[in-house]
DNA sequence: ATCATACATTTGTATATACAATTATTGTTG
DNA sequence: CAACAATAATTGTATATACAAATGTATGAT
C-alpha cells in the first residue's frame, strides 16, 4: 500500500505523520476485509466480538461490564448490542439472582454454531490481510505496535 | 500497550489474530487522543481532513469527488460533511461555472486561520503518541505496513 | 435535435454510536 | 435502620455514517 499514491498526496509528508496515515489506512483495510467476511452472517465486528468473549466464558455467564471491559472497541452502549445478538437468538439475558442489577449473558448452542461459522470465515479473511507476513514480520510489527 | 492485559484474556493469542487486535487496540488509542486534541475546535478528524486538503489546494477550488479520493477513510456522504464545515464557516460552496454539475468548494480565511491552531494541537498529539519512536522505528512500520 | 447514458451531487432513510439522564438495586455509615 | 452514595443497566436524544434512490447536468450516438 502506498500511502501518498492512496491519498494522492504530490509532496512528501513528514515521517511521523506518514506513519499515522499508514496505520489509519491498513486499520481502514482490515476493517473492510473483515467486515465484509462477516456480511453473509448479519453481524458487525463488534457483535461478532462479544460472542467470542461469551464463548470464553465455557458456560458462565457473563454480565454487561464484564463484556465491556473485554473487548477490543469499547462501545458506549453494550446493551442495545446485546439486544441485536438476543434478536438473532444467538444469546440469553436473564436478572443476575444473587445480584439484580446485573444481568447474565449467555451465549446459545445457535450462537456457538454461528460462530463457529464466522470463525471459518474470519481466518479465511485474516488469511489474506496477512498473506505478505512470515513469523519474523509478525514479531517485530507486534513490538513495534507495543512502543505505541 | 499490553494486549493480552488490555482484552483480559488469559489465554495467549495465536500470532496473527494478535497482530490484528494489537493495531486496533493502537489505531482506538490514536483516534482517542486525536480526537481529544481536536476537541476544542469542534471538529471531527474527518472535517480536519478536509480542511486539509483544501489548504493543500493553494487557493484553486476543489469538488466534492476530488475531495473524497483524497481522505484518509473515505466517506459517503461528503455533502453533509462540507455542510458542517460551511455553518462554522470555514469553507464556501458554489456551482462550478463550467462544468454545473460539480460544486466548487475553498477554504476561508476564517478557516485558514482556524486550521493553524489546529495543527499546532494535533503536532502535540502526534508528539505524544509518538514519543518512543525514533526515526529507525518509524522507518520499520512504515516498512511493515506496507506488506499490508 | 433527441434520446440514452454517464457524471456529480444531494436527499431520504435506516442503522450505529456517543453522551447524559434515569431507573433499579445494593452497600455503607452515622 | 434511614439516608445517602455507589453500582449496573437501561433509556432518551443528538449526531454520525452507510447505502440507495433521486435530482440535475453534460456528453455521445444516431
Redesign the interface.
Known amino acids: 500500500?502506498?500511502v501518498e499514491e492512496t491519498?494522492?498526496?504530490s509532496k512528501k509528508i513528514p515521517?511521523?505523520?506518514?506513519?499515522?496515515?499508514?496505520?489509519?489506512?491498513?486499520?481502514?483495510?482490515?476493517d473492510d476485509i473483515t467486515a465484509n467476511a462477516l456480511k453473509p452472517f448479519e453481524v458487525s465486528m463488534q457483535q461478532f466480538n462479544v460472542l467470542r468473549i461469551l464463548r470464553?466464558q465455557k458456560g458462565n455467564p457473563a454480565n454487561l461490564s464484564t463484556i465491556n471491559?473485554?473487548?477490543?472497541?469499547k462501545m458506549s452502549n453494550t446493551t442495545r448490542l446485546v439486544d441485536k445478538l438476543i434478536k438473532k437468538g444467538f444469546v440469553n439475558r436473564c436478572v443476575c439472582p444473587s445480584n439484580r442489577r446485573k444481568v447474565e449473558i449467555v451465549i446459545t448452542d445457535s450462537g456457538l454454531e454461528a460462530l463457529s461459522q464466522m470463525d471459518k470465515a474470519l481466518g479465511k479473511a485474516?488469511?489474506i490481510?496477512?498473506k505478505?507476513?512470515d513469523?519474523k514480520?509478525?514479531?517485530?510489527?507486534?513490538q513495534?505496535?507495543?512502543?505505541?
Open positions: 500500500m502506498n491519498i494522492r498526496s515521517l511521523g505523520q506518514r506513519t499515522l496515515i499508514h496505520m489509519q489506512l491498513v486499520q481502514n483495510k482490515i470464553g471491559e473485554r473487548m477490543v472497541t485474516h488469511d490481510i496477512l505478505n507476513f513469523k514480520d509478525l514479531e517485530q510489527l507486534n513495534l505496535l507495543d512502543k505505541f
